[in-house]
């Protein structure tokens, strides 16, 4: 899968606003505590210690952030992103100066935490739905400045990532239609726009009832993806019928775990959740000096 929001220049910039934000950039910037107690030429090893159950992620990540602070460190990947953990797991040891390696552990581990824990419960929910055809999607329930790691995080955990942003597919909610004066007008609107404007986007639209969905189906050209927000299963079962192909069907809306299985065997194409960015459990993970 390629993941065209993981440039080199993406995840530069990251790294520097989250150094920026952890160490500071005014006079008054810098490790200090490392600083004052460690000298300038110590040199040592840590290993990151797994003190949980599920799925690393975000291995390739701390490679990034430890060789932007130090290109001199050292890392000895054990396990690799994607992998099956267990508590007492040794994910990778580094190596090299002292210093380098204490100013870079809080955010290696604020994003192996965190990603770990979105991959673990994509992997979960994943798990759910074996067998039906459905595929389950993030949203862009995420965490302000920390998209890219999070959506990041469900590929690896075998999720499929919905549009990043706003500027990559147009997504027609009830609030749009509501505004625009109904699905027809929005969605006749929105081409008119794309055509304008050159812009080859997908366009997705929200219903919230059969007549919706009909509506959708009837808008000159069609649409791309029509999505069914919090529709019983009888009622997704009856759309996905309707739609018989016309677009690709996405269920949304409130879908727990206990709800999920049921959901896909509805016949939809996609499932987005958006507690997989919102209501996971980090992974309990730290660095540890040898």
């Known amino acids: 899968m390629e993941l065209t929001y993981l440039t080199d220049e993406k995840i530069k910039k990251f790294i520097e606003r989250s150094l920026i934000e952890d160490v500071g950039h005014d006079e008054f910037a810098g490790d200090h ?24 992620a975000g291995v390739e990540m701390a490679q990034k952030i430890f060789k932007h602070i130090d290109p001199q460190l050292h890392l000895e990947i054990l396990i690799k992103d994607g992998a099956q953990v267990k508590f007492g797991d040794i994910g990778f040891y580094v190596k090299g100066s002292a210093r380098s390696i204490l100013t870079g552990e809080r955010l290696v581990l604020n994003c192996m935490q ?43 955990g075998g999720g499929v990532n919905h549009r990043f942003g706003l500027y990559d597919m147009v997504m027609l909610k009830d609030n749009h ?27 997705e639209v929200e219903t919230r009832n059969l007549s919706e969905v009909k509506e959708a189906l009837n808008c000159d050209g069609g649409v791309d993806r029509i999505m069914l927000d919090n529709m019983s299963n009888k009622d997704m079962e009856i759309a996905v019928q309707l739609i018989n192909g016309a677009s690709e069907v996405e269920a949304s809306g409130g879908i727990t775990e206990e709800t999920i299985k049921s959901v896909a065997e509805t016949g939809v194409d996609f499932i987005s959740v958006g507690a997989l960015t919102h209501s996971y459990k980090s992974l309990d993970i730290s660095l540890k000096a040898l």
Do not use: C, Q
Request: hydrophobic residues 40%; charged residues 25%; positive net charge.
């Open 114 to 156: 965190r990603m770990s824990g979105i991959a673990t419960y994509t992997a979960y929910l994943n798990s759910l739905i074996n067998g039906t055809n459905a595929k389950l999607l993030d949203t862009r329930k995420t965490t302000p400045n920390f998209r890219m790691m999070e959506k990041w995080a469900v590929t690896i």
């Open 177 to 203: 239609v509501d505004y625009a004066g109904g699905i027809t007008k929005a969605v006749a609107r929105t081409k008119k726009y794309l055509k304008e404007k050159n812009l080859p986007l997908r366009i």
């Open 33 to 56: 505590s490392t600083l004052a107690a460690i000298d300038a030429d110590a040199t040592d090893h840590a290993k990151l210690l797994i003190k949980g159950d599920g799925i690393i």
